[in-house]
Nanobody, 124 residues
Framework: QVQLVESGGGSVQAGGSLRLSCVAS????????VGWFRQAPGQDRERVAA????????YYHHSVKGRFTMTRLYDKNTLDLQMNNLKPEDTAMYYC?????????????????WGQGTQVTVSS
């Protein structure tokens, strides 16, 4: 099991930026896919962005492409999410998640370890 701790949420106006950070407590971080999910009140959780264990494959939800960027650092066991040009519809609780991925070029379909979440609120 991987322990994940998120930080960096907050409140901004539309058009602003935030950077989320996730630190993973695991020995073999390079064997895990990691990603960011979000859930707004009354809505299903959705995958925002994810990256394969080797970092060679990335996924971004269509609504965040061109605005959000992941940075994965293997020497620090971190996954950051830079969020620019934020919109009110980005308001949600954001969760970091991880899954053991034995195949370097594939992102897991299901994530098994989750952080506590960090709130992002964007006002218009």
């Amino acid at each position: 099991q991987v322990q994940l701790v998120e930080s960096g949420g907050g409140s901004v106006q539309a058009g602003g930026s935030l950077r989320l950070s996730c630190v993973a407590s695991v020995v073999n971080y390079e064997s895990y896919c990691v990603g960011w999910f979000r859930q707004a009140p009354g809505q299903d959780r959705e995958r925002v962005a994810a990256i394969s264990s080797a970092g060679s494959v990335t996924y971004y939800h269509h609504s965040v492409k061109g605005r959000f960027t992941m940075t994965r650092l293997y020497d620090k066991n971190t996954l950051d999410l830079q969020m620019n040009n934020l919109k009110p519809e980005d308001t949600a609780m954001y969760y970091c998640a991880a899954a053991y991925c034995s195949t370097p070029g594939i992102i897991a379909s299901e994530f098994t370890s989750w952080g506590q979440g960090t709130q992002v609120t964007v006002s218009s």
